[in-house]
């Protein structure tokens, strides 16, 4: 059974910085294409972040990009995504997503984790 459980998020104040954390259990981690998505209130769900199954490829919506970090742990079978400068508009509820094929698309990814709830104040 594939289980992708997410910690790290909390409340913080505009500028500041969170690490969240997304441990996977039941796949051989290496296999899987991995991403970061969030779900602001009355929003659609969109991608924040993706990394390749070798974690050597990774990309960012044009939203964060700078402000954060994806990387894999494959030793720990962890997905990581540092945030920095965070700004209001990037509070949500933040998922953790696994795929083996990746087709482009959130709909595409097969196994989701609870979600870690952000939320950043002005």
């Known amino acids: 059974q594939v289980q992708l459980v997410e910690s790290g998020g909390g409340l913080v104040q505009a500028g500041g910085s969170l690490r969240l954390t997304c441990a996977t259990s039941g796949v051989t981690f290496s296999n899987y294409y991995r991403a970061w998505v969030r779900q602001a209130p009355g929003k659609e769900r969109e991608f924040v972040a993706r990394i390749n199954r070798y974690g050597d490829k990774a990309s960012y919506a044009d939203s964060v990009n700078d402000r954060f970090t994806i990387w894999l742990d494959n030793t720990k079978n962890l997905v990581n995504l540092h945030m920095d400068k965070l700004k209001p508009e990037d509070t949500g509820v933040y998922y953790c997503?696994?795929?083996?094929?990746?087709?482009?698309?959130?709909?595409?990814?097969?196994?989701w984790g609870q979600g870690t709830q952000v939320t950043v104040s002005s």
């Open positions: 997503a696994a795929t083996r094929y990746y087709d482009g698309t959130i709909a595409g990814f097969d196994y």
